[in-house]
């Protein structure tokens, strides 16, 4: 073997930013990751250009994933358009010359920070979600060793134990986003903090989900068709926030998850917090020839 | 970086595309999958580097992967397994298989074996796959195996310990990951 | 709401970004040397937490971040992240390393002698305030000793050990080519040897500061005394595909052995890239703390090894400058209804939905 053999011409940046070492490893996790839906599986996690926090992890899968001729949408707190979410996108087409959509229909691959669109993923589609903390018994055992042990025994009662204290102490569970979810009856896992809204479109979903913390270095995922279901006691129903009947007053419509936006005079106005969503409606009002995907909530109520 | 965007070599779309196809094996378990580019090797080098173990029976495909950097080691320690499953003699010691353990379920083995894939009622041993992956249940009919594999497969399978499985089929791939139950029907 | 969404934040976004470059304004080959110059501790120091050595890199990224150091390591660690291993250096030996600076704080005298080279220890800290007003700082002339230090020193732990003052600790016997690589593993725990001394190698300085700070106050039980510290370049070695070693060139290194005077004499150890006295004082602190039984919270492994990271760090603490009023939103929503919920309880008119007393009480049973 020779010197240039171990080595290959120098380029400034690989295509898809990562060289071929570290997507393998991102592969091989990433199988592991589908072979046990909810395990959290350990990466290496290498260092990409944006901060630590800002959606690393989901960015390595997304640059793993895309080829020239994928479909990318990247959304941040449900709008394509955010900070964010534009960078994101901007850098992941510069790497892999795929095409970028705004529209969760056309997509192949969607990226996104704490939200699962309105529009119902299909069987070819894969989500990839950001993910800031992948250990959801963080909140009773900080210690990442223990937390590993106690999901090696499916040991969950200390997180029971504390959605229970919450119902004691103020009469409802108070987890908001991240709700701690059952993964094919054996492994917890934490969403990521997507709303309570988005966790049932989870349960038995089409598409592919892989949730990847960067800075954490932990990966895993949702296979389609596998029974994801939020921690619940029999007797005190899961409870989704409660928007069912909220308007957004920039496209009319109703029965979706809304952003909040406070006014002047004390009271909140809302507006559709799956942006792109919002958006064509708008269009379709317009006259614009728009499809609108099929959803998951019809008139705020889940669709089963 | 350049304002230019960067294009794939011809080894990236090797890669990426034979990754697809062991992706949605694995996520679609039954579902026959397309390989763009196929052959053992194809899917070992989209894999495969000096951070891995592998075991192989073909002094040929042996040679190839070696050259990925991937260390080859006796059967028991292997990462990747790359064997034939046509009669028992030479699966004997996939007892040994690695199965992870209940903190790192994911230090198994992955299996690479070559197959005939047949639909729901093609010939070989009919099999009724559900779990994760599958929507409701899926029949597949798989020759090229001896048929005594898949009790051992579930033997060995204790979930969340396990190893995952690839059959192949010229540019055909079927996955079966751990979570998968198999019923032979 | 200004800074997120609504049509337009694109644009706003290029131009704050342009607003930061603008006012870092051109930056040229002259200016990257100009601080490669200049600043060179500063490089050692990105370089060492980019686990990157790579000077004129360490410059630019310097030039293009105006100097901020986590957007420095993090550009470097990026482009670290580009770059394949071609293979693996051969091990650097203590008694090996091109010696500039080399003390003991444990003994007087050790074999060898105590080679101050270069530092500022001794110094007073005063500006030069005459340079700002055109009147240079010309650096005196260093006068030759009669008898140079010779280019390399042994090892004072060697001797030690010689001596049966401290035990030698079983040497793991790991091959070169499988020496575990934090950069491309993930990090467990408890972490192995290697993976302990990488990442403290590519610590954020600061954070190894305050950490071996606290545990050389008193939280913890170790005494740390510094046996060595030593400042030197190492020569690169790599073996040419036909056998042959040969040296690719030098790495400015720094490393020191903190022992302990608790109980017995143990060695703690850290290395890094760069010259850092500081931080590999801390590092070796926090390795012996850490290896004590049931060490304190601040120097235990997993909090020390995760929390001194720069870019995990930095990028998280950064991150809460994102949106997050869809969390936000989720959370509202919960603490409104308990709310609604108190009050209709007391009204004794719960509304559909509200949680009961008497559910709660079923939920208990």
């Known amino acids: 073997m020779k010197l240039d053999q171990l080595t290959k011409p120098w380029e400034a940046f690989s295509y898809g930013f990562l060289d071929q070492s570290a997507k393998r490893e991102m592969r091989r996790r990433i199988l592991k990751a589908i072979a046990i839906p909810g395990y959290q599986v350990p990466y290496a996690s290498r260092e990409v250009p944006i901060a630590r926090g800002w959606g690393t992890g989901g960015l390595q899968v997304t640059l793993t994933l895309l080829k020239p001729s994928s479909v990318v949408k990247v959304i941040d707190q449900g709008a394509d358009d955010s900070v964010n979410a534009s960078s994101i996108r901007k850098f992941l087409r510069r790497v892999s010359s795929a095409r970028e959509t705004l529209d969760t229909m056309e997509a192949d691959v969607i990226q996104s920070r ?56 103020s009469g409802r569970i108070m987890q908001g986003s991240s709700y701690p979810s059952m993964v094919n009856g054996r492994h917890v896992m934490t969403p990521s903090p997507i709303p309570r809204w988005d966790v049932p479109k989870m349960h038995m979903a089409a598409n592919l ?23 619940v006691f029999d007797d005190v129903p899961y409870r989704i926030e409660d928007h069912a009947d909220k308007t957004c007053y920039r496209s009319g419509v109703t029965g979706f998850f809304m952003n909040e936006l406070p006014q002047d005079d004390g009271s909140s106005s809302f507006e559709v917090s799956d942006s792109q969503y919002g958006v064509k409606h708008i269009r379709r009002q317009e006259g614009e020839p728009v499809t609108l995907g099929e959803t998951y909530y019809r008139e705020g109520r889940l669709e089963r | 970086m350049t304002q230019t965007l960067l294009v794939p070599t011809a080894e990236d779309i090797r890669a990426n595309a034979t990754f697809d196809a062991l992706m949605w094996g694995l996520a ?57 499953l046509e009669n028992g003699l030479q699966f004997s010691d996939l007892s040994d298989l690695l199965v992870g353990n209940l903190l790192y379920p994911d230090a198994s083995a992955t299996i690479f074996a070559p197959a005939v894939i047949g639909g729901a009622t093609g010939s070989g041993t009919r099999l009724r796959l559900s779990g994760p992956g ?6 597949i009919a798989i020759g090229g195996v001896d048929p005594s594999f898949w009790a051992l497969r579930s033997k060995a399978a204790r979930y969340p310990l396990g190893w995952d499985l690839y059959l192949t089929d010229g540019d055909r791939l079927v996955g079966f990951p751990r979570s998968t139950e198999i019923e032979v029907l | 709401m200004a800074y997120v969404a609504t049509r337009g934040g694109e644009r706003a976004i290029e131009q704050s970004e342009r607003l930061y470059r603008e006012d870092l304004g051109r930056i040229d080959k002259a200016r990257v040397d100009a ?96 340079v700002l007003s055109g009147e240079d700082f010309v650096p005196e002339a260093v006068e030759l000793a009669n008898t140079p230090a010779p280019a390399t020193q042994p090892s004072l732990a060697d001797w030690q050990k010689a001596q049966g003052l401290i035990a030698d600790p079983p040497a793991e016997h790991v091959l070169l080519d499988e020496i575990p690589d934090v950069t491309r593993e993930p990090l467990l725990f408890p972490a192995s040897r290697a993976h302990k001394l990488q990442s403290l190698a590519r610590a954020d300085t600061g954070g190894t500061l305050a950490l071996g700070y606290a545990t050389m106050r008193g939280y913890g039980n170790t005494h740390p005394t510094v046996n060595e510290l030593r400042l030197g370049e190492a020569e690169v070695r790599i073996r040419h595909p036909r056998g042959t070693l040969f040296s690719t060139g030098r790495v400015r290194v720094s490393q020191a052995e903190i022992i ?23 590092a070796a602190s926090l390795d012996l703390a850490s290896s004590q039984e049931k060490p304190h919270p601040a120097s235990n492994e997993e909090f020390v090894l995760y929390h001194t990271e720069p870019v995990e760090s930095s990028g998280f603490c950064i991150h809460f400058k994102l949106p997050h009023y869809v969390t936000f939103q989720s959370s509202l929503d919960a603490l409104r209804k308990v709310k609604a919920d108190q009050a209709a309880n007391k009204a004794g008119a719960p509304a559909a939905g509200a949680a009961k007393p008497a559910e709660l009480e079923k939920a208990i049973s």
């Open chain 1, 114 to 169: 704490h939200r699962i669109p309105e529009e119902k993923l299909r069987e070819d589609q894969i989500l990839v979600l950001q993910v800031p903390n992948p250990e959801p018994l963080r909140p009773v055992q900080p210690d990442m060793s223990e937390a590993r042990i106690m999901h090696g025994d499916a040991d969950y009662g200390q997180l029971w134990l504390t959605l229970y204290e919450q119902l004691v102490r």
């Open chain 1, 209 to 231: 989900t892989i949730l990847s913390a960067g800075r954490e270095k932990r990966i895993h995922a949702v296979p389609p068709y596998t029974r994801v279901e939020p921690l």
């Open chain 2, 28 to 84: 679609r378990p039954g579902l026959v999958q397309t390989l763009a580019f196929p052959g053992m090797l194809a899917l070992a080098e989209s894999l495969l580097d000096r951070e891995c173990t592998f075991f192989c029976c073909d002094e040929a495909l042996k040679e190839g992967i070696a050259a990925t950097g991937a260390q080859a080691v006796p059967i028991a320690e292997a990462e990747y397994v790359f064997i034939s």
């Open chain 2, 134 to 139: 599958v929507n409701g249940s899926l029949d």
């Open chain 3, 35 to 130: 601080i490669a110059e200049s600043l060179p501790y500063l490089l050692d120091r990105v370089m060492g937490e980019a686990s990157l050595y790579a000077p004129e890199l360490a410059a630019l990224a310097l030039a293009q971040s105006g100097g901020d150091l986590y957007e420095a390591v993090l550009l470097l660690r990026a482009y670290r992240t580009t770059q394949p291993r071609i293979t693996i250096a051969e091990p650097v030996r203590q008694d090996e390393l091109f010696t500039v600076r080399r003390i003991s704080a444990a003994f007087k005298d050790i074999p060898g002698g105590q080679i101050l080279g270069p530092t500022l220890d001794y110094s007073h800290r005063l500006l030069n305030v005459g």
């Open chain 3, 260 to 282: 302990s005077k608790a109980k017995n004499l143990q060695l703690g150890f850290s290395a890094t890239f760069g010259w850092n006295e500081v931080k590999v004082i801390a």
